[in-house]
């Protein structure tokens, strides 16, 4: 693993208990940062804690990050625990399970809207105003490449992260000159329990559509997610950085 220059950095990472979200927490522990996981699972929250508690300053928040009030006090609670956030990762989220458009449930529509780009938003909202006051910050948006070319029986799943995608553009321009980046990464779809969402044909069409013939491995979008956490990245934003093995063509 190469070694990132984060010492001295804060990082939010939601969904940071399992799956993209622990690779990416254990990235930026191995590179000298501190991580606050903010995560509804406060069980598996507690397992990631103490197993990576060796590795570096880390704190766990149990939060609904659809709910603006319960997003908001988590940032107070990481502030109080930590004196700073530099770093956020808008890593959570969820399928929503698969069908046609039409016969989804339109509470499940919702569901998937609510966690994938209306808790992204609601915790931009509450941390990058702390970021422009001190005139540094990398926000990272994890997205999908079902956000670019829309996967067939999962329309909720990619219109959200295609909205998550138009998000990092906004914001990167709204806050081009203010030395906060925001950027998103689109991978490929990768082995981790959101596959249990999923049925087996779904799986295997996702498959059958990278070249590279493999999915992608969390370490790997952790490690481009990192990247983009540091100041090595100084003149890009608002943009998007595809992992997908071959898939995306734009």
């Known amino acids: 693993m190469n070694q990132l220059d984060m010492k001295g950095r804060t990082a939010v990472v ?6 993209i979200g622990r690779a990416i927490t254990e990235r930026m522990l191995a590179s000298g ?22 590795q570096g300053s880390i704190s766990t928040h149990a939060v609904e990050l659809t709910d603006e009030q319960a997003v908001r006090a ?18 959570a989220g969820i399928t929503g399970g698969n069908a046609p458009t039409w016969n989804l449930d339109a509470a499940a529509w919702r569901r998937v ?14 941390i990058i105003p702390g970021m422009v006051a001190r005139g540094f910050g990398r926000v990272i948006n994890i997205a999908s490449v079902a956000g670019k070319e829309g996967n067939p029986n999962a329309s909720h799943y990619s219109a959200s992260k295609a909205g998550l995608i138009a998000l ?4 990167g321009k709204e806050l081009a000159g203010k030395g906060v980046l925001v950027n998103c ?3 490929a779809a990768a082995k981790t329990e959101i ?10 069409y996702m498959l059958s559509k990278i070249p590279m013939e493999r ?8 490690a481009l997610a990192c990247w983009l956490a540091t100041e090595d990245c100084s003149f890009s934003t608002g943009a998007t950085f595809d992992i997908s093995g071959g898939r995306a063509t734009y």
């Open 33 to 54: 940062a501190a991580v606050a996981i903010w995560d509804l699972d406060a069980a598996a929250m507690a397992q990631t804690a103490g197993e990576l508690a060796t």
């Open 185 to 187: 990464v689109t991978p």
């Open 74 to 91: 988590a940032a107070e609670a990481t502030l109080a625990r930590h004196g700073a956030i530099d770093i956020l990762v808008n890593n």
């Open 195 to 204: 596959f249990a969402q999923m049925s087996p044909q779904q799986i295997d």
């Open 215 to 222: 999915f992608v491995d969390v370490h790997e979008i952790a």
């Open 14 to 19: 939601t969904g940071g208990a399992r799956g």
């Open 113 to 126: 809207v609510e966690v994938n780009l209306v808790g992204p938003f609601l915790v931009c909202s509450a």
């Open 168 to 171: 990092t553009k906004s914001l």
